[in-house]
């Protein structure tokens, strides 16, 4: 198994930038394609972006295309959400998530990944 840990959550202003980590410990983390959900109060989790266990290549949702990048550092177990131009939609509890790798992976389904972390609250003022 996968243990996953997001950090670097916190208030930020619109306009703003933040950059979330999640570190990974437990089973070796560079077998895994890795992804960034995100989930306000009352509404269903939504895909954010997803990046594959080579880091070749990366996924984003439209919400979010031209303002994250995802990116990740096997040797160090570790997957980042970098977020500029921060709006109050961006609002939510974000989550990691590990992706056993198969023959296939739809990079924005939830029910393509095995492990989750606890999440990390970003709130955005103005």
């Known amino acids: 198994q996968v ?4 950090s670097g959550g916190g208030l930020v202003q619109a306009g703003g930038s933040l950059r979330l980590s999640c570190a990974a ?3 070796t ?51 980042y ?10 609002t939510s509890a ?3 998530a590990a992706a056993k790798l198969r023959g296939n992976w739809s990079p924005s389904k939830i029910s393509e990944y095995d492990y989750w972390g606890q999440g990390t609250q970003v709130t955005i003022s103005s």
């Open 29 to 79: 983390f560079g077998s895994h394609a890795l992804g960034w959900f995100r989930q306000a109060p009352g509404k269903e989790r939504e895909f954010v972006a997803a990046i594959s266990w080579t880091g070749r290549n990366t996924f984003y949702a439209d919400s979010v295309k031209g303002r994250c990048t995802i990116s990740r550092d096997n040797a160090k177990n570790t997957v």
């Open 3 to 6: 243990q996953l840990v997001e």
């Open 81 to 90: 959400l970098q977020m500029n131009a921060l709006k109050a939609e961006d």
């Open 94 to 96: 974000y989550y990691c």
């Open 25 to 27: 410990s437990g089973r």
